[in-house]
């Protein structure tokens, strides 16, 4: 079984532009998850897709958004990009309705530098 | 907000027992979770434990919960140089299934 896929693997952008990161979820999953992996701050949750909706977001300004696609695939794009939001951009994927747990399974990311 | 501290780094030598500890503050928290990061991969669920388990043995991996003090650690039995890596804790609220909060994440260095 394919695991979660993101591309592209490596991302360099100047400030001001906008990058569009791409993730694939597992075959069965509909809810696909970003997270930012900012240096020395950890894991922070962005967004939270099922079912083509946006059904929760982190405390990110708007400029962070993205999309799920009718297959469940998702786009995050980062309007105005700012050196800070250089990072490792990791993307998760679950099934809706798992209830004995939770249980995320997570990409390898996307490595945003932002010059 | 929920909090979820963890060290930065730890070093241990091959053969030797790790252990990896996590402080977190939500009271509420349902499940906690340790996550295995290694270089240029995503993040690999090791094991979790429900808030209501004081212990959880998997193989070579022992987490102990402390409710009390809300404190879980994570033991790694005849580290390997294959466990260096980083190790992330996770806590998820009540209620909040998709608000899960890591902590910072802890390398572990293993020395041959």
């Known amino acids: 079984e394919a695991g979660v896929t993101q591309s592209p693997t490596h991302l360099i952008k100047t400030r001001g532009q906008q990058a569009t990161l791409r993730c694939s979820p597992i075959?069965?999953?509909?809810?696909v998850y970003w997270y930012q992996q900012a240096l020395g701050l950890g894991l922070q949750f962005l967004l939270w897709?099922?079912?083509?909706?946006?059904?929760n977001r982190g405390n990110f300004p708007p400029r962070f958004s993205g999309r799920q696609f009718p297959n469940y695939s998702s786009e995050l794009n980062v309007n105005a990009l700012e050196l800070e939001d250089s990072a490792l951009y990791l993307c998760?994927?679950?099934?809706?309705?798992?209830?004995?747990?939770?249980?995320?399974?997570f990409g390898p990311g996307t490595r945003l530098t932002v010059t | 907000g929920e909090d979820v501290e963890q060290s930065l780094f730890l070093s241990v030598r091959e053969g030797d027992s790790s252990v990896i500890n996590c402080t977190y503050t939500?009271?509420?928290?349902?499940?906690l979770y340790w996550y295995k990061q290694e270089p240029g991969a995503g993040l690999q669920l090791l094991t979790y434990?429900?808030?209501?388990?004081d212990m959880k043995q998997d193989q070579r991996l022992t987490v102990l919960l402390n409710k009390k003090d809300k404190h879980l650690s994570l033991r790694i039995a005849d580290t390997q140089t294959g466990d260096s890596a980083i190790y992330f804790c996770?806590?998820?609220?009540?209620?909040?299934?998709?608000?899960?909060?890591f902590g910072i994440g802890t390398k572990l260095q293993v020395i041959p």
């Open positions: 998760a994927s679950s099934p809706r309705e798992l209830r004995l747990g939770y249980e995320q399974y």
């Open positions: 075959s069965g999953h509909t809810s």
């Open positions: 897709y099922d079912e083509g909706e946006e059904r």
């Open positions: 939500d009271s509420s928290s349902t499940y």
């Open positions: 434990i429900f808030s209501n388990m």
């Open positions: 996770a806590e998820i609220p009540y209620g909040g299934y998709q608000k899960v909060t």
